[in-house]
C-alpha cells in the first residue's frame, strides 16, 4: 500500500540548533514533493517545493533534500528560532492529471529559547 | 486582501442537518480544492474543480457536494450531518492543475462540529 511517513513524534530543540525533519514515502513515484507549514488553528503553508531529478534545495534558513532511491525527504531548518515551531507537512505530488496532492500527518516542531 | 478565504469559521450543527461552506479566491487562479483535516491531522483532498470544472472526486459519500458557480468560487454542501463529519475543512486553489508552478494556497479552514 502507500504510504507517506513523516515523525509522529514532536521534534524539540534548542533555539540556534538545526532542525531535520524526515519524510519517508513508499510504492509512489511522486513527480515532485513539497514542504508545508501549518501553525494551529490556520491552514497550511507552501515553503519549499523540489522535483524529482532535483538533490537539494534551498531557500534562507530552510534546505530540502530529496533521494528517490531511498524514497526520502529531508527538511532542515538552520539556526532555528521559536518562531519556527509549528507542524511541518510534506507532500507529494502524484504523476496525474489533477495535481493531486498527498499529504504526511507532520512533524510537530518546537524550539525552546 | 486575503488570498483564499472560507466561511464561516467555525461551524457548529445537529445531525441530520444540511450545511454549506464557502470558499473564495482572488489570486486569479483556475484550480480550487477541498480538503478534509481529520483529528489525527491527515490533510486529504477531496474534490478539485478545475474552471468549473470537477476534476478530481475522491471516495467521498454523496452527501458531500462541491458547486463552482465561477473559478473564484468553490463551495461545499453537506447533507444530513453525520459525527464523523466533524473535521476541519480546508479550501485550496492553485494557479494551474498540473505543472511545476503548482503550489497550492489554503484558506483558514472551517472547523465543523456536528453534535
Known amino acids: 500500500s502507500q504510504k507517506i511517513e513523516q515523525n509522529s513524534e514532536a521534534l524539540n530543540i534548542q533555539e540556534g540548533k538545526t532542525a531535520t525533519l524526515t519524510c519517508n514515502y513508499t510504492?509512489?513515484?511522486?513527480?515532485?514533493l513539497q514542504w508545508y507549514r501549518q501553525d494551529p488553528g490556520r491552514g497550511p503553508v507552501f515553503l519549499l517545493l523540489?522535483?524529482?531529478?532535483?538533490k537539494e534545495k534551498r531557500k534562507e534558513r530552510l534546505k530540502v533534500t530529496f533521494d528517490t532511491t531511498l524514497k526520502q525527504s529531508l527538511f532542515h531548518i538552520t539556526a532555528s528560532q521559536p518562531a519556527d515551531s509549528a507542524t511541518y507537512l510534506c507532500?507529494?505530488?502524484?504523476?496525474?492529471?489533477?495535481?493531486?496532492?498527498?499529504f504526511g500527518a507532520g512533524t510537530i516542531l518546537r524550539v525552546k529559547s | 486582501d486575503t488570498a483564499v478565504s472560507q466561511t464561516p469559521k467555525y461551524l457548529v450543527t445537529q445531525m441530520g442537518n444540511d450545511k454549506s461552506i464557502k470558499c473564495e479566491q482572488n489570486?486569479?487562479?483556475?484550480?480550487m480544492y477541498w480538503y478534509k483535516q481529520d483529528s489525527k491531522k491527515f490533510l486529504k483532498i477531496m474534490f478539485s474543480?478545475?474552471?468549473?470544472?470537477?476534476?478530481i472526486n475522491e471516495t467521498v459519500p454523496n452527501r458531500f457536494s462541491p458547486k463552482s458557480p465561477d473559478k473564484a468560487h468553490l463551495n461545499l454542501h453537506i447533507n444530513s450531518l453525520e459525527l464523523g463529519d466533524s473535521a476541519v475543512y480546508f479550501c485550496?486553489?492553485?494557479?494551474?492543475?498540473?505543472?511545476?508552478?503548482?503550489?497550492?494556497?489554503f484558506g483558514p479552514g472551517t472547523r465543523l462540529t456536528v453534535l
Open positions: 485550496a486553489s492553485s494557479q494551474v492543475s498540473y505543472g511545476p508552478t503548482d503550489t497550492q494556497y
Open positions: 510504492n509512489y513515484s511522486p513527480a515532485y
Open positions: 523540489i522535483r524529482e531529478n532535483e
Open positions: 507532500a507529494l505530488v502524484k504523476r496525474e492529471y489533477g495535481n493531486k496532492l498527498v
Open positions: 489570486l486569479g487562479h483556475d484550480t
Open positions: 474543480y478545475n474552471n468549473k470544472e470537477l476534476i
